[in-house]
């Protein structure tokens, strides 16, 4: 029954879940696409020793590469022209999705860490039409004028209910992706009318298309898309796909394929029209059991968050895997006062913004429900999320929405408390197109 249960929790759990059967893939030939036709790749830069361990694989050479036969498209586009909105320096937006995943209005959210205090703006983002059924939203984020929505209904929802109603001070596109893209990660660049997609192909289901990157136009699939084999062995997972100041940095997370959960980040990035590869991380264990391992790049740091045991991040300056003790015992000291019953383990989701990490940590807190007797006969499902900032391994803001209440936090001060709509306590989604920067 508490699975029964869990299937109608945060939306989050779900994608983990199903995301999570990428373990049970055994073989991967993993390829990355350019996003520019006709470039050829180049071999790893000179400056570093060639055929190292520590050395990512190279772009396979290939005169004639193939066409892509893309999935995913942008259906609908709505205020193209939308200003948008300056950046401020010390606050980062988010978007309120509700926690449940049902169709309703999203809120835009400001996190001003300067203050320490969260506001909303009244006129949502953009509304998503009540169906009847269940709809999960994820918002492709960069912080600037542009959003993609995918809009994902439940199987007995006839059709796809797309958003509407869209903030005139955004520009709100309709993206639809493949039907099993758990894992894959897509990037709307602001300023464009691009989807960027590390699109991990039918190899998370033992199919035999490769990872490789995507370009793709406002109208639809773009068909000079091409894809560059990276002539490695093991299964890769899409990590981290930065887009921004003319590059597009691609993270793949490869397993070794000896069965053991152990891997390395690979690093390739895209500039000028052409793609190579960089030095990647040491190897190190990822737990890909249960719910599955989150990724997320902040800066130079490439975050791997577990559902147990520490967070970890590849720093791609030094090379070196460091664990984050303070992120760690945050997490473990919010669920021992805020979650102490959790129906499943999942890690935080990961985001990255201007240099600033975002953990969002939705667990499936519980109260039990006894009998007369005091033995637990069932359980109650409550909504708690914690909500951490760090930058450069320094805590600078945190957030906690517990049961209806808001407490903003600034260097361990409590700097705002409010009971919160119901509209605004849902999942909040962060920018996740941190710009590529050269260690």
Not at 207 to 220: C, F, T
Request: proline share 10%; glycine share 10%; charged share 20%.
């Amino acid at each position: 029954m508490r699975a029964n249960r869990a299937l109608t929790t945060v939306n989050t759990g779900r994608a983990r879940a199903r995301a999570a059967r990428l373990g049970l893939v055994l073989c991967l030939v993993l390829a990355v696409g350019a996003l520019t036709p006709g470039c050829r790749p180049k071999a790893p830069e000179a400056a570093l020793p060639p055929a190292q361990p520590s050395d990512p694989p190279s772009p396979t050479q290939s005169t004639t590469p193939p066409t892509l036969a893309a999935e995913w498209e942008i259906v609908q586009r709505l205020s193209p022209s939308a200003p948008g909105f300056e950046p401020l320096d010390g606050v980062i937006p988010f978007a309120a999705v509700p926690r449940e995943p049902v169709a309703g209005k999203v809120f835009l959210g400001y996190w001003n860490l300067a203050a320490g205090t969260v506001s909303f703006d009244p006129v949502p983002l953009f509304r998503v039409k009540e169906t009847g059924g269940r709809v999960w939203t994820r918002v492709l984020w960069d912080g600037g004028s542009r959003l993609g929505v995918i809009t994902e209904p439940d199987a007995l929802v006839p059709g796809t209910p797309l958003p509407e109603e869209p903030n005139p001070a955004f520009a709100v596109d309709a993206v639809t992706p493949p039907a099993n893209f758990y894992g894959d990660i897509a990037v709307c660049p602001s300023g464009t009318g691009e989807l960027v997609v590390l699109d991990g192909g039918d190899l998370h289901w033992g199919g035999d298309e490769p990872v490789h990157l995507q370009n793709l136009s406002a109208e639809g699939k773009d068909p000079a898309g091409q894809s560059y084999p990276l002539g490695i062995s093991g299964v890769g997972f899409p990590a981290s796909l930065s887009v921004g100041n003319g590059r597009t940095e691609a993270i793949v997370f490869v397993r070794d394929g000896s069965g053991v959960d152990e891997g390395r980040f690979c690093r390739y990035v895209l500039e000028a029209g052409c793609l190579k590869a960089h030095a990647s991380s040491p190897t190190l264990p990822v737990q890909f059991a249960g719910a599955g391992p989150a990724f997320g790049r902040a800066g130079n740091r490439v975050y791997v968050a577990e559902p147990a045991g520490p967070i970890r991040y590849w720093d791609i300056a030094s090379g070196e895997i460091v664990t984050d003790e303070v992120l760690s015992e945050l997490l473990e000291a919010y669920e021992s006062a805020y979650a102490p019953n959790r129906e499943y383990s999942n890690p935080p989701l990961l985001y990255g913004y201007r240099g600033t990490l975002v953990a969002v940590y939705l667990p499936g807190a519980y109260d039990p429900v006894l009998d007369a007797s005091g033995s637990e006969i069932n359980i109650s499902l409550y909504q708690t999320m914690y909500v951490v900032a760090l930058r450069d391994g320094q805590v600078i803001g945190e957030a906690i929405c517990h049961r209806g209440k808001l407490i903003v936090k600034k260097d361990g001060v409590v700097t705002q408390e409010v009971d919160l709509a119901p509209e605004y306590t849902g999942e909040w989604q962060f920018p996740n197109a941190e710009a590529p920067e050269t260690p």
